[in-house]
């Protein structure tokens, strides 16, 4: 995949839709009866990416507060989505040490790589981080998906799109925008911004609610590269 070009037309085609009014607004983000959840591979940025990623939602925050801002404990890109959030799902109708153990055997065959954060993209109800990754972290994807096929553990891996990005959602919308040319301009202003370069040298197997809040999401393994 083309990732630049892939990230430039999501934007270019979002911008259009923000600007016209024509976004999309997440209205399950406050409700008590999103009882969505799931099992995610995730990776962590680490804490000087953080902060820069913060510095950028700071000034956002300052022109329109009430949206969705990422806090830094829930921060992550998406490996995989093992088992996609739904309604009902639960721990206890999985063996957790046979997840583990698959996903074990699959990155005991990968070493740490680096990924960056380089400027921002947007989606009709979202704004997001481009991530750029080495062939190291579709390596382990395609390794994962070849491994969970040979079992009959439950998982939905796919299912909703066969992931080849390294992104992370940092903004959602959850109300009418109160200023969304000024949101644009900040958006543009951050188009190319280096945000930082880390090291994965650890993953999650994580039990997740859809947008991996703190307070919902348990650690289920932490696993080294």
Same mark, same amino acid.
């Given at each position: 995949?083309?990732?630049?070009?892939?990230?430039? +037309?999501?934007?270019?085609? #979002? $911008?259009?839709?923000?600007? %016209? %009014?024509?976004?999309?607004?997440?209205?399950?983000?406050?409700?008590?009866?999103?009882?969505?959840?799931?099992i995610t591979l995730v990776i962590?940025?680490?804490?000087?990416? $953080? *902060?820069?990623?913060?510095?950028?939602?700071?000034?956002?925050?300052?022109?329109?507060?009430?949206?969705?801002?990422?806090?830094?404990?829930?921060?992550?890109?998406?490996?995989? #989505?093992?088992?996609?959030?739904?309604?009902?799902?639960?721990?206890?109708?999985?063996?957790?040490?046979?997840?583990?153990?698959?996903?074990?055997?699959?990155?005991?065959?990968?070493?740490?790589? $680096?990924?960056?954060?380089?400027?921002?993209?947007? #989606?009709? #109800?979202?704004?997001?981080?481009?991530?750029?990754?080495?062939?190291?972290?579709?390596?382990i994807r395609d390794d994962l998906?070849?491994?969970?096929?040979?079992?009959?553990?439950?998982?939905?891996?796919?299912?909703?799109? *066969?992931?080849?990005?390294?992104?992370?959602?940092?903004?959602?919308?959850?109300?009418?925008? $109160?200023?969304?040319?000024?949101?644009?301009?900040?958006?543009? +202003?951050?188009?190319?911004?280096?945000? %930082?370069?880390?090291?994965?040298?650890?993953?999650?197997?994580?039990?997740?609610?859809?947008?991996?809040?703190? +307070?919902?999401? +348990?650690?289920?393994h932490e696993f080294r590269l």
């Amino acid at each position: 995949m083309d990732l630049p070009a892939h990230y430039n +037309k999501l934007y270019q085609e #979002s $911008k259009a839709k923000i600007a %016209g %009014g024509n976004y999309e607004i997440d209205e399950l983000i406050d409700s008590k009866d999103d009882c969505r959840f799931g099992i995610t591979l995730v990776i962590r940025p680490d804490q000087s990416t $953080k *902060a820069n990623i913060q510095h950028f939602l700071d000034e956002v925050k300052a022109i329109d507060p009430n949206q969705y801002y990422y806090q830094n404990s829930d921060l992550h890109i998406t490996v995989m #989505s093992i088992i996609s959030c739904y309604v009902g799902f639960e721990l206890e109708q999985i063996n957790i040490q046979e997840y583990v153990k698959l996903i074990e055997d699959v990155l005991l065959k990968h070493r740490s790589f $680096k990924i960056q954060f380089k400027g921002l993209t947007a #989606s009709p #109800s979202c704004i997001l981080l481009q991530g750029f990754l080495t062939d190291t972290l579709n390596e382990i994807r395609d390794d994962l998906r070849i491994g969970f096929k040979t079992t009959d553990l439950q998982q939905s891996i796919d299912k909703r799109y *066969a992931i080849q990005t390294a992104h992370s959602t940092i903004i959602r919308f959850k109300q009418a925008l $109160k200023n969304k040319d000024q949101l644009l301009e900040i958006v543009e +202003k951050y188009r190319d911004f280096d945000f %930082g370069t880390f090291d994965v040298q650890e993953m999650e197997l994580v039990y997740n609610d859809w947008y991996q809040r703190k +307070k919902f999401v +348990k650690k289920l393994h932490e696993f080294r590269l």
